[in-house]
């Protein structure tokens, strides 16, 4: 019989604060067999993460724990400390959300890998530093000798995520607690660590805790799927009963609120308005030099091409998606078009005028019209500010003619129209959830009726149940004032379900375009592909048997003019700082435009 390595009985996690008792987790009962990947999902507070972290002693000092929880047969809670360290990182390992946090700041990688290979095993010197050369190998990073000698914020996210997954594995765990593992990462770097999990957990025959929000994620790793709500678990069972008969009305909900490429939209969209467009985007060019080390005593400076020539138009109460993998380009264009950075060449054309760089007092009225929603509220919304000021700060600057009571008039019913309580006007930012601030956000961008709005990753924080809340909010504010969106984002599926067109850029340069359904149904580019085939799928038979199209390696360095010829690499000249070749664009379809490729340029 398969050993069962983790079992919680009863666990109850209960915190002291000033407001009273809060009961984070509420009697949670589940068992994790050898070779078994659980998947544990539910929304933000819902108590997954700190059901393991009370399970391994890992709570804060106000945290009240009881229950029981045996690993391999012995009782765990409330075992002395010296007694868990001997378990924590070497029998059990973490593996957190944010490896840029979870990692120490000050020390390279070869040391934090060291520190594992000398607490659990005595070993040290040459022999250590092998075995953690032998782990980032195995974890696909390249150059894993240089990389010891690295610094945590010189990696990138996928890399560092990767380096926690090597420090995790390396001890060889019975049980690996995959907490949000993916979380923050692009959709093809989510699918090389999901990739990396699955085949060490096949190698060395570890039960695997994943402790996730996304639904395409559990269809494609897990056995088992608990699904928690409120501190408590809801319903349990494999994952193809969990998603083809969920039994409790919350499981259904969450699996309705997954965005999914295939399938039905959940939002319905208006077609966009013809005639002329509000917004045309022409050869637009960003650079940023970066110094570099050379012979020179000061070093030197390079251009950092985030945007090398793209051009778009956009009609009125149309939503273009702009997709593509971080440091591809797609914050730096929108804030480029809305006037928040200064191009370097290319024409910016709204609503019929040129907005120009040098005609300050053109661009600031234009302001009225152009708007911007960011991606995490809490930091873009000023913590000394009610809600009510913070939407009604456009108005003061705009309309300064209103009145203080007409401007609050105003202000409660466009609260009212994003579906926020109009008695919340004197909160806080920091007394509401995210989602709330995240319409916050909404209402100040809308409360001016522009005719721009851009939405930068504006959802890609929020849990399925409020994202998809924010995406039909979104939509029902475009069929009433016919405000046009660009709307960044690296999921494909929320993008599939708000745009009615789509670009695709790599390295600063689009690489497709074309109506959205089309592209997500027949990509021609490589790059699209890829990104197509990375992107997680609600259904567990779709997400373990489609096509797996991979990109080899990290994404290169936007430094290097080769970088952008990827996917053509018959026309690279092999010269990091020469002027390269430029793909043409081909039309393959009515409005559907695909730069020119190499056939033979994905790995498969």
């Given at each position: 019989?398969?050993?069962?390595?983790?079992?919680?009985?009863?666990?109850?996690?209960?915190?002291?604060?000033?407001?009273?008792?809060?009961?984070?987790?509420?009697?949670?009962?589940?068992?994790?067999?050898?070779?078994?990947?659980?998947?544990?999902?539910?929304?933000?507070?819902?108590?997954?993460?700190?059901?393991?972290?009370?399970?391994?002693?890992?709570?804060?000092?106000?945290?009240?724990?009881?229950?029981?929880?045996?690993?391999?047969?012995?009782?765990?809670?409330?075992?002395?400390?010296?007694?868990?360290?001997?378990?924590?990182?070497?029998?059990?390992?973490?593996?957190?959300?944010?490896?840029?946090?979870?990692?120490?700041?000050?020390?390279?990688?070869?040391?934090?890998?060291?520190?594992?290979?000398?607490?659990?095993?005595?070993?040290?010197?040459?022999?250590?530093?092998?075995?953690?050369?032998?782990?980032?190998?195995?974890?696909?990073?390249?150059?894993?000798?240089?990389?010891?000698?690295?610094?945590?914020?010189?990696?990138?996210?996928?890399?560092?995520?990767?380096?926690?997954?090597?420090?995790?594995?390396?001890?060889?765990?019975?049980?690996?607690?995959?907490?949000?593992?993916?979380?923050?990462?692009?959709?093809?770097?989510?699918?090389?660590?999901?990739?990396?999990?699955?085949?060490?957990?096949?190698?060395?025959?570890?039960?695997?805790?994943?402790?996730?929000?996304?639904?395409?994620?559990?269809?494609?790793?897990?056995?088992?799927?608990?699904?928690?709500?409120?501190?408590?678990?809801?319903?349990?069972?494999?994952?193809?009963?969990?998603?083809?008969?969920?039994?409790?009305?919350?499981?259904?909900?969450?699996?309705?609120?997954?965005?999914?490429?295939?399938?039905?939209?959940?939002?319905?969209?208006?077609?966009?308005?013809?005639?002329?467009?509000?917004?045309?985007?022409?050869?637009?060019?960003?650079?940023?030099?970066?110094?570099?080390?050379?012979?020179?005593?000061?070093?030197?400076?390079?251009?950092?091409?985030?945007?090398?020539?793209?051009?778009?138009?956009?009609?009125?109460?149309?939503?273009?998606?702009?997709?593509?993998?971080?440091?591809?380009?797609?914050?730096?264009?929108?804030?480029?078009?809305?006037?928040?950075?200064?191009?370097?060449?290319?024409?910016?054309?709204?609503?019929?005028?040129?907005?120009?760089?040098?005609?300050?007092?053109?661009?600031?009225?234009?302001?009225?019209?152009?708007?911007?929603?960011?991606?995490?509220?809490?930091?873009?919304?000023?913590?000394?500010?009610?809600?009510?000021?913070?939407?009604?700060?456009?108005?003061?600057?705009?309309?300064?003619?209103?009145?203080?009571?007409?401007?609050?008039?105003?202000?409660?019913?466009?609260?009212?129209?994003?579906?926020?309580?109009?008695?919340?006007?004197?909160?806080?930012?920091?007394?509401?959830?995210?989602?709330?601030?995240?319409?916050?956000?909404?209402?100040?961008?809308?409360?001016?009726?522009?005719?721009?709005?851009?939405?930068?990753?504006?959802?890609?924080?929020?849990?399925?149940?409020?994202?998809?809340?924010?995406?039909?909010?979104?939509a029902d504010l475009q069929r009433e004032y016919k405000t046009s969106f660009l709307f960044i984002s690296h999921d494909l599926a929320v993008v599939r379900e708000i745009s009615h067109n789509v670009l695709v850029l790599y390295l600063g340069r689009a690489v497709e375009y074309g109506p959205?359904?089309?592209?997500?149904?027949?990509?021609?580019?490589?790059?699209?592909?890829?990104?197509?085939?990375?992107?997680?799928?609600?259904?567990?038979?779709?997400?373990?048997?489609?096509?797996?199209?991979?990109?080899?390696?990290?994404?290169?360095?936007?430094?290097?003019?080769?970088?952008?010829?990827?996917?053509?690499?018959?026309?690279?000249?092999?010269?990091?700082?020469?002027?390269?070749?430029?793909?043409?664009?081909?039309?393959?379809?009515?409005?559907?435009?695909?730069?020119?490729?190499?056939?033979?340029?994905?790995?498969?």
């Amino acid at each position: 019989m398969t050993e069962t390595v983790l079992e919680i009985s009863n666990l109850a996690v209960t915190f002291d604060t000033p407001d009273g008792d809060v009961e984070a987790v509420k009697g949670v009962s589940f068992q994790i067999k050898q070779g078994e990947c659980l998947g544990i999902v539910g929304e933000s507070g819902s108590g997954k993460s700190q059901t393991f972290l009370a399970a391994f002693g890992l709570t804060s000092a106000n945290a009240r724990v009881s229950g029981s929880v045996k690993f391999q047969g012995r009782e765990v809670l409330g075992l002395p400390r010296r007694e868990l360290d001997q378990v924590r990182g070497r029998h059990v390992a973490f593996v957190f959300q944010d490896p840029l946090t979870a990692l120490t700041p000050h020390l390279t990688i070869e040391t934090q890998m060291g520190e594992v290979l000398e607490h659990h095993f005595k070993v040290t010197g040459e022999a250590a530093r092998e075995r953690c050369i032998e782990w980032l190998e195995r974890v696909r990073i390249p150059e894993a000798a240089r990389r010891l000698t690295q610094y945590p914020h010189e990696l990138s996210g996928g890399m560092r995520q990767r380096v926690m997954i090597g420090m995790a594995m390396m001890a060889e765990p019975a049980l690996l607690i995959a907490d949000e593992p993916t979380t923050a990462l692009d959709a093809t770097v989510q699918a090389q660590v999901l990739d990396l999990i699955e085949d060490l957990q096949k190698d060395t025959n570890a039960a695997v805790a994943l402790i996730t929000h996304d639904m395409g994620v559990i269809a494609r790793m897990a056995q088992r799927v608990a699904v928690m709500r409120r501190g408590e678990v809801v319903e349990t069972g494999t994952v193809q009963e969990i998603f083809s008969a969920p039994k409790a009305d919350y499981t259904k909900m969450l699996l309705k609120a997954v965005p999914r490429i295939d399938g039905e939209r959940y939002v319905p969209l208006d077609p966009p308005e013809a005639g002329a467009p509000i917004l045309k985007v022409e050869d637009v060019r960003v650079t940023f030099p970066v110094k570099v080390k050379s012979s020179s005593l000061f070093g030197a400076n390079k251009p950092l091409r985030a945007v090398d020539g793209v051009s778009f138009k956009l009609n009125a109460g149309e939503t273009l998606g702009i997709v593509g993998e971080s440091g591809c380009g797609k914050s730096t264009l929108a804030r480029a078009v809305v006037q928040l950075l200064p191009r370097n060449a290319g024409d910016v054309t709204f609503l019929g005028r040129n907005l120009l760089p040098s005609e300050r007092e053109a661009i600031r009225q234009s302001r009225k019209d152009l708007q911007i929603v960011f991606q995490d509220p809490l930091a873009s919304l000023d913590p000394r500010m009610t809600l009510g000021s913070s939407i009604a700060e456009p108005l003061l600057a705009f309309e300064p003619t209103l009145t203080r009571d007409e401007r609050e008039e105003r202000v409660k019913a466009m609260m009212t129209q994003v579906g926020l309580d109009p008695d919340l006007i004197n909160r806080y930012p920091h007394e509401l959830s995210g989602g709330q601030n995240q319409r916050v956000g909404v209402a100040r961008a809308m409360i001016l009726r522009p005719k721009l709005v851009v939405c930068d990753e504006a959802v890609s924080a929020l849990d399925v149940s409020i994202q998809a809340q924010i995406l039909k909010l979104l939509a029902d504010l475009q069929r009433e004032y016919k405000t046009s969106f660009l709307f960044i984002s690296h999921d494909l599926a929320v993008v599939r379900e708000i745009s009615h067109n789509v670009l695709v850029l790599y390295l600063g340069r689009a690489v497709e375009y074309g109506p959205a359904e089309v592209i997500l149904r027949d990509p021609r580019h490589p790059y699209t592909k890829a990104l197509l085939a990375a992107a997680p799928t609600p259904d567990p038979d779709v997400a373990r048997n489609k096509p797996r199209v991979r990109l080899v390696g990290d994404l290169p360095s936007p430094l290097d003019t080769r970088a952008p010829l990827r996917f053509l690499k018959s026309r690279i000249i092999d010269d990091p700082d020469a002027v390269q070749y430029r793909p043409q664009w081909i039309e393959v379809g009515p409005g559907h435009y695909v730069a020119e490729h190499d056939p033979a340029s994905v790995a498969a």
